[in-house]
């Protein structure tokens, strides 16, 4: 009986749904079509006002630039929500040689790791750095660079990893990232212009060193992301590390 | 802009069959495989609709990290051991 109640609950629900779904879907603008013009407006107008070439990293580091601040704010708040919550438990310290013995890797997995190691921090360094001339940003540039460090993590062992970006250099690395970004914001003020304004000299488009304060506003989110995602990874392993140590020291 | 190209086309399905692996796939351990392996599907699809930025995006956060945050809540509850 219970059986059927349920069924019968989710036929009409999924009947409902799949009825507002076509509903709506009819209603979308023909493929390759949009009803708005302001995509079409900032794409014709980014070059010449910014004398940038990613349209993308213009309307997220310039056009709406405080929207950018309050995702990167969401980040730095969730990454210390998670250190907060799991670190409470990491009073007493790590048995020396945990991660060797309860995570072992294969030579194989260490040789490929440390080989592309340097690969991916280039490309991640890359990736922050050219975000106003091609796709990319802070952003994308930031998690390439935490999944950098999680190479290193599974190439070496969780000692090493969390000796070399430990929470003393990934702590304030992130902090400085927000507060990068709202320093640059203030400079706005600071010239008479609005908060998180753009107020350097925009440069000749296509350079590394043009679209005023896009490239430093995508520095600092790369510092910022790059570090959050880093330390969320260092107290979940550190989890994993001190629940197998419980498994084979009970 | 043009209508869709048969590549657009091609990777929309993949994407509705990787969902669908996904969802299929009972054991969790297997699904967090299953689930980095639909972020990358998701990441060609935003690169062949002209989304580059997103798609950068996706690689790490759908094939790296969103399988690693699963993996390490198995560990936590003991679910992962095989």
């Not at chain 1, 980040?75 to 310290?93: G, S, Y």
């Not at chain 1, 952003?139 to 000796?163: K, W």
């Not at chain 1, 929470?167 to 400079?187: H, K, N, R």
Request: proline share 4%; glycine share 14%; charged share 15%.
């Amino acid at each position: 009986m219970r059986h059927r109640a349920r069924l019968a609950l989710f036929s009409a629900g999924a009947l409902a749904l799949a009825v507002l779904l076509g509903w709506g879907v009819l209603g979308l603008p023909r493929f390759g079509h949009t009803h708005d013009t302001v995509g079409d407006v900032i794409t014709a107008a980014v070059t010449g006002e910014r004398h940038v070439s990613e349209t993308v990293g213009a309307i997220t580091f310039d056009y709406r630039g405080i929207d950018t601040m309050g995702e990167e704010l969401i980040l730095f708040v969730a990454v210390a929500a998670v250190a907060i919550v799991l670190r409470d438990e990491h009073e007493e310290p790590l048995d020396e040689g945990a991660g060797r013995t309860s995570l072992q890797t294969s030579e194989t997995i260490r040789f490929i790791g440390l080989a592309l190691l340097p690969c991916v921090v280039l490309l991640g360094l890359y990736i922050v750095s050219h975000g106003h001339v091609s796709p990319g940003g802070g952003f994308q540039g930031g998690v390439i660079l935490a999944s950098g460090a999680l190479l290193l993590f599974l190439a070496g062992d969780f000692r090493t990893f969390h000796r070399t970006v430990s929470e003393p250099v990934g702590d304030p690395a992130e902090a400085v990232g927000m507060g990068g970004y709202l320093v640059i914001g203030l400079a706005g003020l600071a010239f008479g212009a609005a908060f998180l304004d753009n107020v350097l000299p925009f440069g000749s488009s296509g350079d590394i060193a043009s679209g005023g304060v896009i490239p430093l506003l995508n520095l600092t989110v790369g510092l910022e992301v790059g570090a959050g995602i880093v330390l969320i990874t260092i107290e979940y392993l550190e989890t994993i590390v001190r629940v197998r140590q419980r498994e084979v020291v009970p | 802009m043009s209508d869709i190209t048969a590549l657009q086309a091609l990777v929309l399905v993949l994407v509705a069959a990787g969902g669908t692996a996904v969802v299929l796939e009972r054991d969790p351990l297997h699904q967090s495989m299953v689930a980095g392996g639909f972020g990358i599907l998701l990441a060609v699809l935003f690169l062949v609709f002209n989304a580059p930025d997103v798609a950068l995006s996706e690689i790490v956060v759908g094939a790296v990290i969103l399988p690693s945050l699963v993996l390490v809540a198995l560990t936590r509850t003991g679910k992962g051991k095989t």
